[in-house]
C-alpha cells in the first residue's frame, strides 16, 4: 500500500514535488500540448473543426482507456470494454431511434445499468470462478460481442438529433465541443467521487499488494467485484459516446477499443502490475494517440506508420517511467 | 524524405517552422488534391483498389496529390479520417464507406466545402454525393444464369456464398434467387457460406464430394481456384464452375479446358476505386455524371473464343492466384495495367 504514495521529500518545492506525487497530471498534458504544437506547426490551418474532429475521435477512445484503468489500478484486466462498448451502443442505437430526447436520456440511463450489470457479471465470474482474469474477461468478451451482433446485425439505428448533437455539437465557442465536455463531466462524476471516497484508497490497495490489504482487513473480493462494475459503467459511457459522435449503433465498431484502450491506460501512466496511476493521464493519452493518425494524413504519410509510432512512442514511456522508479530507489 | 520531416518535427516541435510546409489544396495550374478512405487494409481486393486510384491520378495528369487515409477500423474512424481529409484542403474524396448512413453528416461538411466526394464499391445515403459500386445483384443473376444455361437448363448445382449479413453477399444471393426462378429444373443440393475464405470453402466442397451428392454445376461468389483444385485432387471429372476475375481462376480457365473443365467468370473489378476518381475528375471538368452508377459485370467462359482472348489477355503468372486480375473501367479510367500493377500516385518514386 505504501508504493502508492511516493515518500515526502521534503525540502523540494511547487511544480517539482507536484509532479513527483502526480506524475500524470503532469507528464502527459505537457505531451499532449507538444503533440498539439506539433500539429499546428504541421498544418497551420489548424482550426476549431480540427479540435473537434479531435475532441469526437478521442471521446469513445478516452472512456475504454477509462474503463480500463479502474480495473488495472485494482490489479486486474479487462479484455471485454470494447465488447462492452459495442453492446451499449448498438442497445442505445436500437432502442432511441424512435424515441424523442427526453426517452432518449432516460434510455441512456437504463444503458449505464446494463453496462455496470455486464461488468458486475465479469467482478462475479472473476471473483467466484478464481479463473485468471485475462481468461475470464476474453471469454466475456467473446459473448458481449455475439450479443451485439445478435441487437443489431449491422450498423443501423439512431437516436434523436438534439440527443446526438450534445457529443457532435459545440458548446459556447466552436473551440469546445460536447464530445470534451461530456468526456470530462462523466469522467469526473463517476471517478472523483470514488477516488476521494474509501472505495478509491481500497482500490489503490488491492492493487499495490493484494495480501497486505487482505491481512489490513480490506475486503478484497468485494472491491475487486466493483472495479469491474465501475469498469462497465465507463465502457457504457463510452458505448453512449460513440453514438453520439457517428449517430448509429455498429456492432463491430468496439473491437478497435479494448486494445486501444488498454494502451491508452499503459500510456497514460497505469502500471500494469496495479496500485499506481490515475485517471487524467489515461484520458489524456487518448488524446495523444486520435492525435497521430491525424498528423500523419496531415504529413500525407501511409498511416500504416501510426501502429509503429503508437507502440514505440508505449515503449519509450514505459521505459521512462522504469528508468524513474530505479533511479528513485537508488537515491534510498 | 518525409519521414525526415516528421522525425524533425518531432524533434523540434513548435519551434521548427520548416514544418508548416506549402498548405494543401492550394495546388497551382488546375492540379488537384484527392483524398483517399478505406477502412479496411491487408485485404487483396481493397490493396487494387487504392492502386487503381493511384495509377488514375497519375494517367489523368491532373492530379498533384493523392493523400491517403488507410487504416483498420469502423464508422467512427472513418468519421474522424473524413474531418481529417477535409481540414488538410483536399478537391476529391474518394471512400470505400463503411457504413450507408453513419458518414452522412461528414460527406455533407465535405459537399458544402465544395469537395467533390464519390463513395465507391458500397452505396452512402447523403444527397450530393456519387455513388459507383458493382452491381451485385448483376453478379450473382448474370453468373447463375450462364452456368444454368451451361447445364442445358436442369440439373443438381451447389451454391457457394460469402459472409452471412454483408449487403453484397445478400445482393448476389438474390440474383442468384432470381435467375433460379427462369430455371425451374434446376434444383439446389446444397448453398453454404464460404466467409469468403480459401481453405473454409476448400474444405467444403471437399465435404461435398465425399457426400455422395450428384453435382452437375458449381456456383461461387469468389472463391473459385480452390473449387477446381478440389476436384483435381479428388480426381473427379468437372462440372462447370462459376468463379470470379481471380488471376488463379483465370488460369484454370485457359490451362484446364482441354481437360474438360467449363470454367465462366464474372467480373467485380478493383478499379471502381480508379474509375470514382475518373468520375469526380469528369465533373471537375464541367462534366455532367449521374448520381449513381452501377458498374455490370461481364461474364466470360472459356467455352468460346471471345472469354479465352479476355482471360489470356487479363491473365498474369506473376500476380498472387487470389488476387483479382488488372484491369480499367472504361470509360471512367485512362491508365494501363502496368501503371495499377506499380501501384505509384503522383509524385511517388
Known amino acids: ?332 | 524524405m518525409k519521414k525526415d520531416i516528421l522525425y524533425a518535427c518531432l524533434a523540434f516541435g513548435a519551434m521548427t517552422v520548416a514544418c508548416g510546409g506549402p498548405v494543401p489544396g492550394l495546388a497551382a495550374d488546375g492540379q488537384y488534391v484527392v483524398g483517399v478512405s478505406n477502412t479496411l487494409i491487408g485485404n487483396g481486393w481493397r490493396e487494387e483498389m487504392v492502386c487503381s486510384i493511384k495509377a488514375e491520378a497519375l494517367a489523368s495528369g491532373k492530379v498533384s496529390k493523392i493523400v491517403l487515409a488507410n487504416r483498420n477500423g469502423g464508422p467512427s474512424e472513418q468519421i474522424a479520417d473524413l474531418r481529417n481529409l477535409i481540414s488538410a484542403g483536399v478537391d476529391i474524396i474518394i471512400l470505400n464507406p463503411s457504413d450507408r448512413k453513419a458518414l452522412d453528416p461528414v460527406i455533407k461538411q465535405a459537399l458544402a466545402k465544395h469537395i467533390v466526394v464519390v463513395a465507391v464499391d458500397q452505396a452512402v445515403s447523403a444527397p450530393g454525393a456519387y455513388v459507383l459500386s458493382n452491381d451485385q445483384v448483376a453478379y450473382g443473376r448474370e453468373g447463375a444464369e450462364a452456368l444454368f444455361k451451361a447445364l442445358g437448363g436442369k440439373g443438381n448445382v451447389v451454391e457457394m456464398r460469402g459472409i452471412d449479413g454483408v449487403p453484397a453477399d445478400a445482393d448476389r444471393h438474390e440474383g442468384f434467387e432470381q435467375a433460379l426462378k427462369k430455371y425451374p429444373n434446376v434444383k439446389v443440393v446444397a448453398s453454404v457460406f464460404t466467409g469468403w475464405s480459401p481453405d473454409k470453402g476448400s474444405q467444403q466442397i471437399k465435404d461435398l464430394l465425399g457426400s455422395g451428392k450428384r453435382i452437375d454445376g458449381v456456383w461461387t461468389s469468389g472463391i473459385d481456384s480452390m473449387i477446381v483444385d478440389a476436384y483435381k485432387s479428388a480426381n473427379v471429372k468437372f462440372v462447370p464452375v462459376v468463379g470470379a476475375d481471380n488471376n488463379g481462376f483465370i488460369a484454370q480457365m485457359i490451362n484446364d479446358k482441354d481437360n474438360g473443365l467449363t470454367a465462366i467468370a464474372v467480373t467485380n473489378p478493383p478499379a471502381v476505386g480508379g474509375a470514382g476518381l475518373g468520375l469526380a475528375l469528369g465533373i471537375l471538368s464541367g462534366k455532367k455524371e449521374p448520381r449513381v452508377v452501377h458498374l455490370t459485370p461481364r461474364v466470360y467462359t472459356n467455352a468460346n473464343a471471345r472469354g479465352m482472348d479476355w482471360a489470356k489477355s487479363v491473365y498474369d503468372p506473376k500476380v498472387d492466384p487470389t488476387y483479382p486480375v488488372y484491369s480499367g473501367i472504361p470509360p471512367y479510367t485512362s491508365y494501363t495495367p502496368a501503371q495499377e500493377k506499380a501501384c505509384k500516385g503522383p509524385g511517388e518514386a
Not at chain 1, 458505448?239 to 499503459?266: D, Q
Open chain 1, 1 to 332: 500500500m505504501t508504493s502508492a504514495n511516493p515518500p515526502h521529500d521534503a525540502g523540494r518545492a511547487g511544480l517539482g514535488r507536484f509532479a513527483q506525487r502526480h506524475p500524470g497530471l503532469v507528464g502527459m498534458p505537457l505531451f499532449l500540448l507538444l503533440f498539439l504544437a506539433v500539429t499546428v506547426a504541421i498544418h497551420p490551418s489548424y482550426s476549431s473543426f480540427d479540435a473537434q474532429s479531435l475532441a469526437m475521435g478521442a471521446m469513445p477512445l478516452a472512456l475504454a482507456a477509462a474503463a480500463q484503468t479502474v480495473v488495472v489500478i485494482s490489479g486486474g484486466i479487462d479484455l471485454s470494454v470494447g465488447s462492452m462498448i459495442a453492446v451499449t451502443n448498438v442497445l442505445a442505437a436500437a432502442t432511441m431511434e424512435h424515441a424523442n430526447f427526453g426517452q432518449a436520456v432516460l434510455l441512456s440511463v437504463l444503458v449505464l445499468a446494463i453496462g455496470a450489470a455486464m461488468g458486475a457479471a465479469n467482478g462475479l465470474i472473476v471473483v467466484y470462478s478464481r479463473v485468471p482474469d485475462v481468461v475470464v474477461t476474453l471469454t466475456t468478451g467473446f459473448i458481449w460481442s455475439g450479443v451485439a451482433l445478435l441487437i443489431l446485425e449491422k450498423p443501423g439505428g439512431g437516436a434523436p438529433d438534439r440527443f446526438l448533437s450534445l457529443g457532435a455539437g459545440t458548446f459556447a465557442t466552436p473551440w469546445i465541443s460536447g464530445a470534451l465536455i461530456l468526456l470530462i463531466a462523466s469522467v469526473a462524476i463517476i471517478w472523483i467521487p470514488v477516488q476521494r471516497s474509501r472505495l478509491g484508497l481500497l482500490l489503490y490497495a488491492i492493487g499495490s499488494d493484494k495480501a497486505a490489504a487482505f491481512r489490513s482487513g480490506v475486503n478484497v473480493e468485494r472491491t475487486r467485484f466493483l472495479a469491474y462494475v465501475l469498469g462497465g459503467l465507463f465502457s457504457a459511457v463510452g458505448g453512449i459516446g460513440l453514438i453520439m459522435t457517428t449517430g448509429i449503433g455498429s456492432p463491430l465498431a468496439g473491437v478497435y477499443y479494448t486494445l486501444s484502450g488498454l494502451a491508452a491506460a499503459v500510456l497514460g501512466g497505469v502500471s500494469l502490475s496495479g496500485g499506481r496511476g490515475g485517471m487524467v493521464g489515461p484520458v489524456v493519452a487518448a488524446y495523444v494517440l486520435t492525435l497521430i493518425p491525424t498528423d500523419l494524413i496531415f504529413l500525407n504519410i501511409d498511416p500504416n506508420f501510426g501502429q509503429v509510432i503508437q507502440g514505440t512512442l508505449i515503449v519509450l514511456v514505459v521505459m521512462a517511467g522504469g528508468l524513474v522508479a530505479l533511479l528513485r530507489a537508488r537515491k534510498r
